[in-house]
């Protein structure tokens, strides 16, 4: 029985015990390459997927999933949707979606990057270590290099008539560099993320780690103070995604996000304006519906300072009366549904890096934090995180520093944006896909000697 059949008789069985339901397929395929020192270290290609059973019985919305995608499974799951419903105490809104008018075409399926033959895959990651090695004499070691490829492809249907399908793929290649200086060690990080391989030269993936890393030998903390702080694109698109449950409705609506209330009010710069937006052609959370089956839209969150909206699914969104903004997600077949962003990035500005620099006399240019994890509460916005980066004087990079803390809020973080930049650029997919321009704040705490 093939997958579409599977779905068709779990729903036409599944309507004898429930009054409506919704199957979510999942298929996951990737590809995993790790070179160390001209040799193949890592190699391996694994497929998954499940299905998971919505179903309402008694107003109750029960959960079920499976691996086994055949008919063996198809009894089992339903019962277990079932019971599973029984036993839930909150009835909290949660529906099954009667579908959109209509839904936008995207094609993000990229056929060329499946059909690279896994050989050159190979050689494309040796030859980013390789090249690693010419470009300094202090490239002393390559602490990891490699290639990642994946593919997902879902499939929602329900008894309400909704009936979606979506596939898409892309890679990853990265290399972290070791250089050393006498006694002076420093690392230094170089990747793409990308649909077309012929786009990225192995090249570029290297001497951007090589030169991350050279650039920081000699460095020293900078003394405590509050400077005026330049935040790299892909470090401000690293904080904007630790905090991004502060824009979840449902966050909000459990007094878990400090924007509870806050829409319509001015929240951000002026000069800031915060878009989600699904249907972004070079995006790796593009999709024209999202797990609820909801068409998706180009929204903008904040809108020059001002917040507009917060991401709702349906449950959310019934609870105070407007529609869903396309927002339901699921991290896998396994979850319940919940709420998270698409392609959700700062708009980029019309500044230049070196036009943001030059009217600095003394500042920070922040590169690399680590701690996003432990190191921030997002409920209060607080922040303090190890990082390091450059000092600035008069305009231009004086010199690297590092052993330094940055610390603050990340909603008094917002307000205090001055410029913009024009670089926009994102970080790794995960759940949705970050990105940001170099952004400059009017003064940061800076804790180091």
């Not at 329900?158 to 690392?187: E, M």
Request: glycine share 10%; proline share 2%.
């Amino acid at each position: 029985m093939d997958n579409i059949k599977l779905i068709d008789e779990i729903l036409t069985r599944g309507k004898t015990k429930m009054k409506e339901l919704e199957t979510y397929l999942v298929k996951n395929k990737s590809i995993e390459i790790g070179v160390f020192k001209g040799e193949l270290d890592k190699y391996s290609i694994s497929e998954s997927g499940g299905l998971s059973l919505r179903g309402i019985a008694n107003e109750k919305m029960g959960y079920a999933y499976t691996e086994k995608l055949d008919e063996s499974s198809i009894d089992m799951l339903i019962e277990d949707a079932f019971e599973n419903g029984r036993y839930i105490d909150i009835v909290d809104g949660d529906e099954i979606f009667n579908g959109s008018p209509e839904y936008g075409e995207i094609n993000v399926y990229n056929s060329s990057l499946t059909a690279v033959p896994i050989e050159d895959k190979i050689e494309f990651a040796k030859n980013i270590e390789k090249f690693a090695y010419t470009l300094d004499n202090r490239v002393v070691a390559v602490q990891n290099c490699g290639y990642q490829e994946f593919e997902q492809e879902k499939m929602l249907k329900n008894t309400n008539g909704v009936d979606l399908h979506h596939k898409q793929n892309g890679g990853l290649a990265y290399i972290s560099v070791v250089v050393k200086d006498g006694d002076d060690t420093k690392t230094g990080i170089g990747y793409r993320v990308f649909s077309n391989l012929s786009t990225i030269d192995s090249k570029d993936i290297a001497k951007d780690a090589v030169d991350e890393a050279i650039s920081m030998l000699g460095a020293t903390p900078i003394k405590t103070g509050d400077y005026p702080t330049v935040i790299k694109n892909k470090i401000f698109a690293d904080l904007l995604e630790a905090f991004t449950s502060v824009f979840s409705a449902d966050s909000a609506q459990k007094g878990l996000s400090l924007l509870k209330d806050k829409v319509g009010e001015e929240i951000a710069t002026p000069v800031l304006t915060l878009v989600d937006n699904p249907l972004l052609e070079e995006g790796f959370a593009t999709s024209s519906f999202d797990d609820e089956g909801t068409s998706t839209k180009y929204k903008k969150v904040i809108d020059k300072g001002v917040l507009k909206t917060l991401l709702h699914n349906w449950r959310t969104a019934k609870k105070e009366g407007i529609e869903s903004t396309g927002n339901g997600s699921r991290t896998s077949y396994k979850s319940t549904l919940a709420i998270s962003p698409s392609n959700f990035y700062v708009e980029k500005g019309e500044t230049s890096f070196d036009d943001i620099i030059k009217d600095i006399d003394i500042g920070v240019y922040i590169i690399s934090v680590a701690g996003l994890h432990s190191g921030l509460n997002p409920v209060s916005g607080d922040f303090s995180l190890s990082a390091y980066g450059y000092e600035i004087l008069n305009g231009k990079i004086n010199r690297p520093i590092n052993q330094i803390t940055i610390a603050g809020n990340f909603f008094e973080l917002l307000k205090n944006i001055e410029v913009i930049g024009d670089d926009l650029k994102f970080g790794f997919p995960g759940n949705g896909y970050f990105g940001s321009p170099t952004v400059k704040v009017k003064s940061l705490s800076i804790a180091g000697e």
